[in-house]
Structure formats: C-alpha cells, structure tokens
C-alpha cells in the first residue's frame, strides 16, 4: 500500500506562488504515476498535473499550463507542485494521488489519496 500526505497549502495574494509538497511511503516500488488534483467548493474534482515516477514525462491540466509546474525527487520520496501567478479561481483542497498502471487524467484511475491541503487566493 501507499501513503501520501500533502503540505505547503495556505493564503496567498494574488499573483503570488506556492509550493506544495507530497510525501510517499509504504510500497512506493508500486507506484506509475502521481497526479495532482483539486477540488473547489462546490465543483467536481479537478486534474491539475501528474509524472511518471520513473520516467518523468509530465501531463498538466489546460487551466494550468505555463503558471504550474509538477516534479518529482524519487530519492526522497517526495513530489511537487510550484504554483506561480496564483489567481483566486486556484482557490481548492489539493490532493495527491497515485495509480499503478498507465498515465491518466481521471481521478477515478487513482488508488492512493493523501488527505488534502487547502490553497486560499485572496487579496
């Protein structure tokens, strides 16, 4: 099994950044991919990026393209999201997530979910 637990949410200012962190234990050996994905109130859950453990290659979702970047470092166990030009429609509970097989956008894929952090953009 895999745990994740997510960290680095808070308040931030428009156009301001945050880093997010995700830290995997348990059977990591398991693990393909870890996606990102977000959840505003009242809306469904969101893709926001996902790599592949070993590979690398990264998928990121159209609402984030060029202000958001995923990386991994796999002798820590950890993966990141850096968020850049934050905007207060950013604002969601991120999780992180990881599948065994493949590389998908569809929340509904992923097996392991960490509990969340919340990303407030604000002024």
């Known amino acids: 099994q895999v745990q994740l637990v997510e960290s680095g949410g808070g308040l931030v200012q428009p156009g301001g950044s945050l880093r997010l962190s995700c830290a995997a234990s348990g059977r990591t050996v398991s693990i393909n991919t870890v996606g990102w994905f977000r959840q505003a109130a009242g809306k469904e859950r969101e893709f926001v990026a996902a790599i592949g453990w070993d590979s690398g290659t990264i998928m990121s979702g159209d609402s984030v393209k060029g202000r958001f970047t995923i990386s991994r470092d796999n002798a820590k166990d950890m993966v990141y999201l850096q968020m850049n030009n934050l905007k207060p429609e950013d604002t969601a509970v991120y999780y992180c997530?990881?599948?065994?097989?493949?590389?998908?956008?569809?929340?509904?894929?992923?097996?392991?979910w960490g509990q969340g952090t919340q990303v407030t953009v604000s002024s």
């Open positions: 997530a990881s599948l065994r097989v493949g590389m998908w956008s569809d929340a509904a894929d992923y097996h392991s």
